[in-house]
T-cell receptor, first 113, second 110 residues
Framework: NAGVMQNPRHLVRRRGQEARLRCSPM?????VYWYRQLPEEGLKFMVY????????ESGMPKERFSAEFPKEGPSILRIQQVVRGDSAAYFCASSPGDDYGYTFGSGTRLTVV | DQQVKQNSPSLSVQEGRISILNCDYT??????FLWYKKYPAEGPTFLIS?????DKNEDGRFTVFLNKSAKHLSLHIVPSQPGDSAVYFCAASGNEKLTFGTGTRLTIIP
């Protein structure tokens, strides 16, 4: 039973490029959450999705960031026109929706150069 | 607005002694609290949780205490082991999402 799979583990992008981060939830989990951890900071909520629906995107920056969780395939966090301040570890978590605990993936470390 | 606070960024404890990590919260609507442990280059892993209707939950060497009136919870690890060295995050559940503290780096000294 594979856990939450995130890829790539490391991603380097030049300023102005696009970054696409993928997350495959655990089998049977229909709820996906994205968190961001900036250097020396805690985990900050970004967005909560269920299949084909964005439930809560209150933590998403208004510009350049978007997320989706299609009917088929992984959840995608997309960052357009990346800037140096986007450099961070991005963690995805999933849950079956019937309890409070999440299972986290190992994260994608985005570096913008 | 930091709703969940871990005021100690780091803590060092001798192996075999008790480690006590603290967490404070401000939102009285939080109804469930969790502790996660994180090693470098890995995602957080769930450690232990407590419902707001309880004041204590124990799992092996780990015990979480909740003081609702003070809006404070703590994680006790006893006896502390070298493998416990990690960053510990406190999290609170509300509105179907978790709000995390900034973490405490625990170092167990052999």
């Amino acid at each position: 039973n594979a856990g939450v799979m995130q890829n790539p583990r490391h991603l380097v992008r030049r300023r102005g490029q696009e970054a696409r981060l993928r997350c495959s939830p655990m089998k049977g989990h229909s709820h996906v959450y994205w968190y961001r951890q900036l250097p020396e900071e805690g985990l900050k909520f970004m967005v909560y999705l269920q299949k084909e629906n964005i439930i809560d995107e209150s933590g998403m920056p208004k510009e350049r960031f978007s997320a989706e969780f299609p009917k088929e395939g992984p959840s995608i966090l997309r960052i357009q026109q990346v800037v140096r301040g986007d450099s961070a570890a991005y963690f995805c978590a999933s849950s079956p929706g019937d309890d409070y605990g999440y299972t986290f993936g190992s994260g994608t470390r985005l570096t913008v150069v | 607005d930091q709703q969940v606070k871990q005021n100690s960024p780091s803590l060092s404890v001798q192996e075999g002694r008790i480690s006590i990590l603290n967490c404070d919260y401000t939102n009285s609507m939080f109804d469930y609290f969790l502790w996660y442990k994180k090693y470098p280059a890995e995602g957080p892993t769930f450690l232990i949780s407590i419902s707001s209707i309880k004041d204590k939950n124990e799992d092996g060497r780990f015990t979480v205490f909740l003081n609702k009136s003070a809006k404070h919870l703590s994680l006790h690890i006893v006896p502390s082991q070298p493998g416990d060295s990690a960053v510990y995050f406190c999290a609170a559940s509300g509105n179907e999402k978790l709000t995390f503290g900034t973490g405490t780096r625990l170092t167990i000294i052999p």
